[in-house]
């Protein structure tokens, strides 16, 4: 059974910086599109960034564009979020997706944030003084 972690979540002043990091277990997360995404209270869900399974693209949310990196770490089976500057308005739980239709892709099976098959169960970040 795929199970995706996510971890590295906390409180944290505004403008610092947290790297959030998903792994999984009975799948290698290589060649396979990774999303991230995040929902504060009452909100529903936003996409935050993305990346392809041959990791040549990487799209964001323009509300994160400049602060937020994702990147993959293949020998650790890791996606990493790098989130800098972080807002108030950044205040979530973020959950780390995957989508094992395409394998060492450029494309996705939908869109960034739709065509994901396997979910995390979350971390929450909350950014506040």
């Known amino acids: 059974q795929v199970q995706l972690v996510e971890s590295g979540g906390g409180l944290v002043q505004p403008g610092g910086s947290l790297r959030l990091s998903c792994s999984a277990s009975?799948?290698?997360?290589?060649?396979?599109?990774v999303a991230w995404f995040r929902q504060a209270p009452g909100k529903e869900r936003e996409g935050v960034p993305c990346i392809s399974g041959d990791d040549s693209r990487t799209d964001y949310a323009d509300s994160v564009k400049g602060r937020f990196t994702i990147s993959r770490d293949v020998a650790k089976n890791m996606v990493y979020l790098q989130m800098n500057s972080l807002k108030p308005e950044d205040t979530a739980t973020y959950y780390c997706?995957?989508?094992?239709?395409?394998?060492?892709?450029?494309?996705?099976?939908?869109?960034?944030?739709?065509?994901?098959?396997?979910w995390g169960t979350g971390t929450p970040v909350t950014v506040s003084s």
């Open positions: 009975e799948i290698t997360l290589r060649y396979y599109h």
């Open positions: 997706a995957l989508d094992i239709s395409l394998k060492n892709s450029p494309m996705y099976t939908r869109d960034c944030w739709n065509g994901l098959d396997y």
